[in-house]
């Protein structure tokens, strides 16, 4: 079993900047990569980045790509997801994930967070 707990969410102008942070507990040897993923309302739950807890290798979805920057502290079991220059369509609630496995881009996650709001006003 993974724990996850969210933090750093909030209200934020367009072009604002936030940085969401996720710590990690539990089994967290056995974690290969950590995601997050963001929910809009009455849209369905969609992969925003990875990381992979070894190397360090990451993923974004197109529309974050040069926005948003995905790291580790793994001696602190916590990832963090660097959010710049936010518009209206990035709002939604903000979610961190763990994967055991090598999988396909937004697949495979087990273990959730419960998931930090976020908002950009217009």
């Known amino acids: 079993q993974v724990q996850l707990v969210e933090s750093g969410g909030g209200l934020v102008p367009s072009g604002g900047s936030l940085r969401l942070s996720c710590v990690a507990s539990g089994r967290t040897l056995d974690i290969y990569y950590m995601g997050w993923f963001r929910q809009a309302p009455g849209k369905e739950r969609e992969f925003v980045s990875h990381?992979?807890?070894?190397?360090?290798?990451?993923s974004y979805v197109d529309s974050v790509k040069g926005r948003f920057t995905v790291f580790r502290d793994k001696p602190k079991n916590t990832v963090f997801l660097q959010m710049n220059s936010l518009k209206p369509e990035d709002t939604g609630v903000y979610y961190c994930?763990?994967?055991?496995?090598?999988?396909?881009?937004?697949?495979?996650?087990?273990?959730w967070g419960q998931g930090t709001q976020v908002t950009v006003s217009s």
């Open positions: 990381i992979t807890w070894g190397a360090g290798y990451t």
């Open positions: 994930a763990v994967s055991r496995r090598f999988s396909g881009l937004g697949e495979g996650y087990e273990y």
